[in-house]
Nanobody
Framework: QVQLVESGGGLVQAGGSLRLSCAASGIAFSRYAMGWYRQAPGKQRELVASIMSAGGTNYVDSVKGRFTISRDNARNMVWLQMNSLRPEDTAVYYC??????????WGQGTQVTVAS
């Protein structure tokens, strides 16, 4: 059974930083690209950053230059370093393999709230 446990969210002022962590189990972690997703109230979940098994990364335009995704295949961990946070970054953040769909076993997510 896949388990994804996100942590590290919180309340920060605009311009601040947070580092999110994700511990994955029950999957062949090193084989898969992993992503950080977010869902703001009233909006669909969106993929904001992804990292290939070998380390190549991609970011949605709104977070480029501010967010950095990284992974450790030996520890089945993924991180998202978020700098220069903006109020529009407020959302629940989730990690998951990039092939995940809405019916897969998502974690509980971690709330990020950026105050203006």
């Amino acid at each position: 059974q896949v388990q994804l446990v996100e942590s590290g969210g919180g309340l920060v002022q605009a311009g601040g930083s947070l580092r999110l962590s994700c511990a994955a189990s029950g999957i062949a972690f090193s084989r898969y690209a992993m992503g950080w997703y977010r869902q703001a109230p009233g909006k669909q979940r969106e993929l904001v950053a992804s990292i290939m098994s070998a380390g190549g990364t991609n970011y949605v335009d709104s977070v480029k230059g501010r967010f950095t995704i990284s992974r450790d295949n030996a520890r089945n961990m993924v991180w998202l370093q978020m700098n220069s946070l903006r109020p529009e970054d407020t959302a629940v953040y989730y990690c998951a393999p990039t092939w995940y769909g809405p019916l897969d076993d998502w974690g509980q997510g971690t709330q990020v709230t950026v105050a203006s």
